[in-house]
């Protein structure tokens, strides 16, 4: 890490404390940290009801859900994990918003994330023993410099109080990008590449974190792994969610 790279979040940190909160999406000035101002809140996809009771897909309006609320793809192929919610849909909006905290260092959009991410799943949080981020392979960290979803997770456990593992989890090996994969060239692609570093994880019910749920094949494989590892139960919430890559 350069000196800069270092000091740079520091200063960040230094401003928030001493200016006013800024919008999440602009910097036009708001009443607390983890709002929008007006023109952006229009402009920001909130994730609301009908969704899928399982991964939390948000649903056409008047298309009934299947059996138990669930969506067509949970109902053939449930997932590893239990539930999945999400606060933002990802679309060109929350794009702004989510790619420079991904990509460009500006790690200070973790805490306004956090905020909406503590509405959009406080059952999850409720129930939850221990947060758990998506982990990153060690050269795409070495890298970036930080885990995008290890920020919010630790965000989180700050705002409700509830133990992180950071550590948890291990990206055994670079995986390609699923987007462009199907279904089951998804699953082989993430097949044996998440490992569960941690010994403690029996009998914990998990939260698992990341910014965005995709298909979802990154978050059941990291859900395998856990319940492998003796975990009852594994929940995931996402800053974002696509809104249904599955069907494509
Ligand atoms: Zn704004
Ligand atoms: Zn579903």
Redo the contacts with the bound molecule.
């Keep these: 890490m350069t000196l800069i790279a270092f000091i740079k979040p520091i200063g960040r940190a230094i401003l928030d404390t001493l200016l006013p909160p800024n919008c999440l999406a602009c910097d036009a000035p708001v009443e607390t940290d983890g709002q929008f101002c007006l023109p952006c809140f229009r402009k920001t996809n909130f994730i609301s009801a009908p969704l ?1 009771y ?4 948000p649903l056409p309006f008047g298309e009934a859900a299947g059996q138990g609320g ?2 067509g ?2 109902e053939a192929v449930p997932p590893a994990f239990t539930q999945a919610r999400a606060a933002l849909r990802y679309d060109d909006a929350t794009k702004h918003l989510i790619l420079p905290f991904k990509y460009a260092d500006r790690t200070e959009t973790a805490r306004g994330l956090a905020i909406l991410m503590a509405k959009a799943g406080a059952a999850l949080l409720a129930r939850a023993d221990v947060l758990i981020p998506v982990p990153l392979h060690i050269s795409r960290l070495r890298q970036r410099r930080y885990n995008q979803a290890a920020l919010l997770a630790e965000q989180l456990g700050r705002l409700i109080k509830k133990p992180v593992q950071p550590d948890a989890l291990i990206r055994n090996r670079i995986t390609v990008p699923l987007g462009p994969l199907g279904f089951d060239a998804r699953r082989s692609e993430m097949q044996d590449a998440i490992s569960v570093r941690a010994k403690n994880i029996g009998g914990k019910t998990i939260l698992l974190i990341d910014d965005i749920l995709t298909s979802g094949a990154t978050a059941n494989a990291c859900a395998r792994a856990l319940l492998g590892a003796g975990a009852p139960r594994v929940d995931v919430l996402t800053a974002a969610r696509v809104p249904d890559p599955r069907l494509t």
């Design positions: 899928c399982c991964c939390g897909v669930l969506c793809v949970c």
